[in-house]
């Protein structure tokens, strides 16, 4: 029993090989948007490689960031009438995206002192945990809705930024600081 279900092992494990050297052959004219994509935080090489399946890697049919995120399903429902708000529910959008980037956005969050983490503590406050993790998803297929056609990575403020509204005290300069202490008395 045991050699049994050691082959069927074997017999899985090079199906496996197998299909993640094709993938990898398939990836090849998309090397650069994927190690692009690797870059932003909670994103690993086969949710880059999902992201790139479902969206490609121009951004070209979708004309605005907004119309990506509504197609992916991951922006919430308006839907008042007379003062009555009714289901704020995301549409169905495309599964495989749609659950990569909530994967992703699970993982993002929680790298601390990272803006998707200090963006999900705001909303979670609020909204819910749920809601807030579809909200950092949006944010992060916003973020690759603008990485990729420019080829670069979008730099992100930190923790600072959410936790007393302004950049670290670091980042300013000595006039700017001695300037606001004069006025705060």
Known sequence: MITLHLTQIEVLETAVTTIEARIGDALAPFRAALNLLITMPGLSETAAAVILAEIGDTVSPFPTAGHLVSWAG????????????????TRQGAPWLKTTLVQAARAATRRKDGYFHAQFLRLKSRRGPKKAILAVAA????????????????????????????????TLDHTTTASASRARR
């Open 139 to 170: 944010s992060m297929l916003t973020d690759i809705y603008h990485m990729l056609p420019r080829r670069r990575g979008i730099p992100r403020p930190g923790w600072s930024v959410f936790r007393t509204g302004r950049p670290r005290q670091g």
């Open 74 to 89: 991951l922006c919430p429902r308006l839907d008042e009438s007379a003062g009555k708000r009714r289901s704020t529910r």
